[in-house]
């Protein structure tokens, strides 16, 4: 991916406008602070360490600890130059915080019925955080897309790739202050 195509990924959340915040938990920025921390205090200096006792063994070209190092330094700064980037832009929102309880928001832990009976439930986070397997959706996603500002009892109507599917609101829970 060349350096303007990576730009234009940070321009902003897909399928929003540019200049949207990029909204995450506290506990989303802490994990992304501290793999900033640990790639540039602990494993950045072990590859550049590598690659100058590398260099020192002679003919770079046919060098593969040399070689290898030098590319691992360019995958470490490109992620560097992301995470700071991102950090930078984001917007920490504690869902703890939540004053208005009744609907759903950023950071909510949703529970819904589908169609077949089955129910569902996820929390809303931001996209770096977002893991679906865990349960965990991004606030751009089209579920949480459709959940935003329901309520309780409320049907909503979601689009789906197999045709469109009504999900209805079944419980909204934020963690406690302190939690």
């Keep these: 991916m060349n350096a303007s195509a990576e730009e234009d990924e940070e321009e902003g959340p897909p399928g929003l406008p540019p200049g949207t915040p990029f909204y995450m938990t506290p506990a989303g920025y802490a994990a992304l602070r501290a793999e900033l921390d640990r790639l540039w205090q602990v494993e950045r200096p072990k590859v550049v360490e590598v690659v100058s006792w590398a260099a020192g063994l002679g003919d770079r070209s046919e060098n593969a600890d040399y070689q ?3 590319r691992r330094l ?5 992620r560097l130059r992301f995470l700071r980037k991102r950090l930078e832009r984001a917007e920490v929102v504690d869902p703890a915080k939540q004053t208005r309880r009744d609907r759903v928001y950023f950071g909510a832990t949703v529970t819904y019925a589908r169609a ?7 929390t ?13 959706i991004s606030w751009v996603s089209p579920v949480a897309r ?19 599917e009504e999900i209805e609101v079944l419980a909204i829970a934020y963690p406690e202050p302190g939690e």
């Design 68 to 70: 290898y190092g030098k």
């Design 146 to 164: 459709a959940l935003l500002g329901r309520r309780v009892g409320d049907v909503v109507r979601l689009r789906t790739p197999a045709g469109v």
């Design 124 to 136: 809303i986070v931001g996209m770096d955080e977002a893991e679906a397997r865990a349960g965990r």
């Design 116 to 122: 077949d009976d089955s129910e569902v439930t996820v």
């Design 74 to 78: 360019r995958e470490i700064d490109r």
